[in-house]
């Protein structure tokens, strides 16, 4: 009997993988297909005919692209960087609410700007922009990628929220910790790996982003993603396949920074909580023995 069920579930196993190597294959083999042709001579995605790097070096002396990136990159981190101090007050606010049902009204009224499709959304900023006279460019691409950021990082903070122990804050009080000691060196410690992951999710969203920025950009300024949607509109450039070699490689830089990132967060959690539990221990053994 244990024979027989060792071999189904070897079986489960089997069918496992081979379903999960086909989806990765389904996901990865339009990129590779790109990347590959990216080194083609032949200037066209039919015929490989020799090994070249013209496009890149083609994509890295067009001044104007790197301007276009560089707008990418300034956008991107500074709205991640704010939608992530927001985020996190959000969040814990939410999680602070004195009712369950504003607790869940709130949640739910976060989640519907994640829900909502991008054309919405842009269509959104761009007539309240129009009404509060902001011209469109910089300024109005920031706050789109604020705004839409805000919630993917309260989405990505609220379970380390709640998979946090009550009693942890309770040590620390009876510690004697204030409010801002317990929120510095309790709260935000163990929350770090939620808080990294809405950081780069948003990075992530940003970077991508293109429906909502096609809306709110103007003339003067771009992102990659608007740009190259109208690269691909003249006609298919090799460049395009360099370029997008170039951000899927920084990307995946990006994947496996917040990987080392968040690891080292939860080790550093881990430790912050072993500490509180101990010292509250020692604590709550010496006054039974005073």
Partial sequence: MDALESRR????????NVYLAVVFLLLYAPILYLIYYSFNSGGNMHTFESFTL???????????????????????LLSSAIATVVGVAGALAI?????????????????????????????????LFAMAGITLGFTSVLLS?????????????????????????????DLGAESWDVLSRVIIPYITPGILA?????????????AVTFFVTGQGFSTLSVEIYSMAKQG??????????LVF???????????????KGAEAARRA????????????????KA
């Avoid at 009712?99 to 269509?123: C, E, H, K, Q, Y």
């Avoid at 909580?273 to 039974?288: D, L, W």
């Fill in 145 to 173: 990628h604020i705004a839409f950021s805000v919630p993917i990082v309260v989405l990505m903070v609220m379970p380390k929220l709640q998979e946090m122990s009550p009693t942890l804050i309770d040590a620390a009080h």
């Fill in 236 to 245: 298919i450039s090799l460049t395009i396949n360099a370029l997008s070699t």
């Fill in 54 to 76: 013209e496009w890149y070096g083609q994509v890295l002396q067009d001044t104007r692209l790197i301007i276009i990136v560089l707008n990418t990159v300034v956008i991107a």
């Fill in 95 to 127: 999680h602070n609410a004195r009712s369950r049902r504003l607790r869940n009204t709130l949640f739910t009224l976060n989640n519907v700007m994640i829900v909502s499709p991008d054309v919405i959304i842009g269509a959104s900023f761009l007539m």
């Fill in 9 to 16: 579930g070897s079986r489960v196993l089997s069918a496992g």
């Fill in 198 to 210: 809405g950081f780069f999710m948003a990075l992530t969203y940003s970077l991508d982003d293109f």
């Fill in 249 to 263: 490689l920084v990307t995946l830089g990006l994947v496996v920074v917040y990987y080392v990132i968040t690891t």
């Fill in 273 to 288: 909580s072993r500490v509180i539990s101990s010292a509250a221990r020692s604590n709550a053994g010496s006054e039974v």
